[in-house]
């Protein structure tokens, strides 16, 4: 079984609509991200999270909110999707004390 | 700021061909070096890394070795296999007071490899 997993894999939504990606993890880390990846421009931390009562914002973190709901779990919300959210949503994981990062296979979210 | 500059792609090679994406950085501090690759659907995942200056990082034929002098970390491999077509990412990190081990991540490059 896969380490990080994401849900869904893939998403189509309407602008206005509120939606929620899901992400866990059974690696046992600490640490949790959630990026974007746009075609040409790589991928961008949208938040990440240093234990489940420490949440941040990254580069890109406006019209989206998070939730840290346990040690292994991190959801990204959208609380009002609008067409230039279209991307391919990514989350990792690190350990506090290591510097890999290890990626879910991703969620493609179309926004109409 | 920080920063990753690298190749545009697509890049398209023969198999059995030399392999090089070229990478180069700026930075606030010292960083951490990374070259990621994504398969075609799936996640990224860690290639190879490097720490410190001269620091050659390979894995599964590929090295890249971090020139503090040039700030590089061109990715190489000698002969490429229609295996290793993804898409490829280099990365810095750089820890300072608060960080929480943010990677900031090249545009990609694309790699086809034809048999």
């Known amino acids: 079984d896969a380490d990080v997993t994401q849900t869904p894999r893939n998403r189509i939504t309407k602008t206005g609509k509120r939606i929620m990606l899901e992400c866990s993890q059974t690696?046992?880390?600490?640490?949790m991200y959630w990026y974007r990846q746009d075609p040409g421009l790589g991928l961008r931390l949208i938040y990440y999270?240093?234990?489940?009562?420490?949440?941040n914002k990254g580069e890109i973190s406006d019209g989206y909110s998070v939730s840290r709901q346990a040690q292994a779990k991190f959801s990204l919300s959208l609380e009002s999707a609008i067409p230039n959210q279209t991307a391919l949503y990514f989350c990792?994981?690190?350990?506090?004390?290591?510097?890999?990062?290890?990626f879910g296979p991703g969620t493609r979210l179309l926004v109409l | 700021g920080n920063s990753v500059t690298q190749m545009e792609g697509p890049v398209t090679l023969s198999e059995e061909a030399f392999l090089t994406i070229n990478c180069t950085y700026t930075?606030?501090?010292?960083?951490?070096l990374f070259w990621y690759v994504q398969y075609p659907g799936e996640g990224l995942q860690l290639l190879l890394k490097?720490?410190?200056?001269?620091d050659k990082g390979s894995n599964k034929g590929f090295e890249a070795t971090y020139r503090k002098e040039t700030t590089s970390f061109h990715l190489e491999k000698g002969s490429v296999q229609v295996s290793d077509s993804a898409v490829y990412f280099c990365?810095?990190?750089?820890?300072?007071?608060?960080?929480?081990?943010?990677?900031?991540f090249g545009s990609g490059t694309q790699l086809t490899v034809l048999p």
């Open positions: 930075a606030t501090g010292y960083p951490s």
């Open positions: 990792a994981t690190s350990a506090s004390n290591r510097e890999t990062q290890y």
């Open positions: 490097a720490t410190k200056a001269d």
């Open positions: 690696k046992g880390h600490d640490r």
């Open positions: 990365a810095l990190r750089v820890i300072s007071s608060g960080s929480a081990r943010q990677l900031t």
């Open positions: 999270s240093f234990d489940v009562k420490d949440i």
